[in-house]
């Protein structure tokens, strides 16, 4: 019996025990903590790198080396778009099961359950020195839901979930030229512009360091360039803290590349002569340096942990959120999933199942340069970094299982760690169930593009037929039937010749996705749907303009502030932690939404006054200081 076909009541003691024992074994092998590096790529399709075989276009070689001498993991799913995923891989539950199947507005007051443990507070325990690098997506209208708050020791990146490459500014707010292809500027077709911020100059920078945004640093450097400098440091500084206090490194590498908008540092897509390409394809050019820019920061990441003599006790896992996608706008036509049918937001194979391998000196040489056929799920790697930590999983209810045993050539074919897998819910009305080779799809429908089959684009290799078209796109109410055995592109459906094993997958998918959706006392509790007012649109909001920035501290009693935008007559208030002002257009720097600390914003126009409610009724105000220029009358409490 396996343990996949238990209610879930009982499925958390067995596997609680499964884990258990397998601790000692991941121990004999060195006797300490291995460090932990898990990358991220954003939207990286089953065929846009090299390491798999079918794409000798791009120009990938230290990933594609680093695949070469670990494993691949054929059959590695993900969910079928962004956030849900990252949620899977933080918390170790599925969508639906205490955490959102949605991507979050950046407008939300919205939030990943807080009363689930996510992984760098779990690891923590076991004396890890934990980091994010890159795109967060899980929720940051209040501190404790941003990567700080959630148990990263350090963290720079961005909160939402898209942004200018190039410049930090959410959602591509900014026209960006395009290189080579374009007579006009080319505006990514996920721009936005909420409460109508103009970034840079009025905020909407996405840019966070800590507990505060990273002011000063956003256009510096584009993000790959960014990201590979801040592997170095903070790499630097976990080799500091393993000197003196013994402690192990985790690092969740989140990259946004090769996300829209198709843009990269021109030294990654000169590495793809123009020569090579022509008027009907010259996007692929700069969304190729894309994938260069990745294989750039792994590289960052590699050296940094072999300059710091970390590598040989090193586990590095490198995936994708989702399958490629179609929706980067003309002239990119979409990613290439060749030769799996769908791309992101879909439940077929070229949504949902992601380019990944895992590399590591700990691995046995049996194993190198292998590829591994077993089940596995994006959610299994906390319960997997779990027993390479020597931690138990302290949420019952959790949906991974330990994956190392597959890994390592210990537990494979029957007798691997899963041999089902709850691909998405989608309140028992979409979603898909994997039983070993069998996949039920339930109401599937987007559109042509993405349930069709796409290649790579005209003049590349292989040479197919982009979007391929199947006949009908909707599996309908009753659902889909594949056997990838023997039908890996999903291209015969099964549902019309075998009834009968329809309607068990049918069946099956319906009582796991009630067993999840059953309340169980770790519901998100902040999965509102209220808009947070255009005054407070979110912590990202900052002014950045070095010519109109006040410095100041507060002295006494920390009064908490924000400061308004073109405001004739602002007032603020403490009262035991509340807040009145009634035209905030930016928010403060601090903790939360809240200034507790020294800041620095940029209102030339602003003339501010407030008032303090305390216990004692003293007045706490703070002194003010411009570069150049000091205010003359100081303001005064009203």
Not at 210 to 218: L, R, S, V
Not at 298 to 325: Q, Y
Not at 484 to 512: F, G, H, I
Request: aromatic share 10%.
């Amino acid at each position: 019996m396996f343990i996949h076909t238990l209610p879930y009541s009982q499925r958390g003691v067995v596997m609680m025990m499964m884990m258990l024992l397998s601790i000692q074994g991941v121990y004999s092998q060195t006797g300490m903590r291995p460090h932990i590096v898990f990358t991220l790529v954003d939207d990286l399709g089953w065929n846009g790198m090299g390491f798999l075989g079918n794409n000798s276009e791009v120009k990938t070689p230290i990933t594609d080396a680093l695949a070469a001498g670990g494993v691949k993991l054929m059959a590695h799913y993900s969910y079928k778009f962004c956030s849900p995923t990252r949620a899977m891989f933080l918390t170790g539950r599925f969508p639906g099961h205490g955490i959102w199947d949605t991507n979050p507005s950046m407008t939300k007051a919205i939030g990943i359950n807080l009363n689930l443990t996510m992984i760098p507070a779990h690891l923590a325990k076991a004396n890890y020195f934990t980091a994010h690098i890159g795109k967060w997506h899980q929720g940051f209208y209040q501190e404790q839901y941003t990567p700080y708050g959630r148990g990263f020791n350090s963290s720079l990146g961005f909160l939402g979930g898209g942004e200018d490459h190039l410049t930090q500014c959410h959602g591509c707010e900014n026209s960006i030229p395009a290189p080579d292809w374009a007579v006009q500027p080319f505006n990514c077709p996920a721009k936005y512009s909420p409460c109508g911020i103009v970034c840079p100059t009025q905020g909407g920078v996405d840019l966070y360091r800590d507990n505060g945004p990273a002011i000063g640093e956003n256009g510096t450097l584009p993000n790959p360039l960014l990201y590979a400098k801040e592997v170095s440091s903070v790499v630097g500084r976990a080799a500091q803290h393993k000197q003196s206090a013994n402690s192990s490194f985790f690092l969740y590498l989140a990259l946004h590349d090769v996300h829209q908008p198709v843009e990269c540092p021109e030294q990654f897509y000169n590495l793809y002569p123009a020569s090579d390409y022509n008027s009907s394809n010259i996007a692929r050019r700069v969304y190729n340096g894309m994938h260069a820019a990745v294989d750039f920061v792994v590289n960052a990441t590699v050296s940094a942990l072999k300059a710091n003599n970390m590598w040989d006790n090193t586990v590095f896992l490198f995936t994708s959120d989702n399958g490629g996608t179609y929706e980067h706008g003309f002239p990119v036509p979409g990613s290439s999933n060749y030769p799996l049918r769908g791309h992101k937001y879909s439940f077929f194979e070229g949504g949902v199942r992601v380019a990944t391998f895992i590399h590591s000196p700990l691995l046995p040489t049996s194993v190198v340069g292998t590829h591994n056929n077993d089940l596995m799920s994006i959610a299994d790697w906390y319960s997997t970094f779990s027993a390479l930590a020597g931690i138990a999983i302290d949420d019952p209810d959790h949906d991974g299982v330990n994956q190392w045993p597959s890994i390592t050539g210990q537990q494979n074919g029957a007798n691997a760690p899963r041999h089902e897998l709850l691909i998405g819910v989608g309140e028992c009305t979409a979603g898909a169930l994997r039983n070993g080779s069998i996949k039920f799809i339930m109401k599937e429908g987007n559109s042509p593009s993405a349930d069709g089959w796409s290649a790579q684009y005209p003049g590349s290799s292989p040479v197919v037929t982009p979007h391929q078209v199947p006949t009908v796109s909707q599996c309908g109410s009753q659902g889909c039937l594949f056997d990838l055995a023997t039908d890996p592109e999903e291209r015969v459906d099964l549902s019309t010749s075998n009834p009968a094993l329809l309607q068990a997958m049918r069946a099956r998918y319906m009582v796991l996705c009630k067993e999840k959706q059953a309340p169980n006392g770790h519901e998100e509790e902040e999965r509102h749907t209220r808009d947070l007012p255009c005054e407070l649109p979110g912590l990202w909001f900052l002014q950045n303009d070095a010519a109109t920035v006040f410095n100041f501290t507060v002295s006494g009693m920390a009064v908490k502030m924000n400061i308004a935008k073109g405001c004739t007559d602002c007032k603020f208030t403490e009262a035991q932690g509340s807040f009145v002002n009634g035209h905030v257009e930016l928010v403060a720097y601090g903790k939360g939404v809240w200034l507790q600390q020294d800041g620095a914003f940029g209102n030339d126009n602003c003339t501010i006054s407030w008032t303090t409610n305390s216990s004692n009724g003293e007045g706490h105000w703070p002194e003010f200081v411009k570069t150049g220029h000091t205010p003359s009358p100081s303001p005064s409490p009203s």
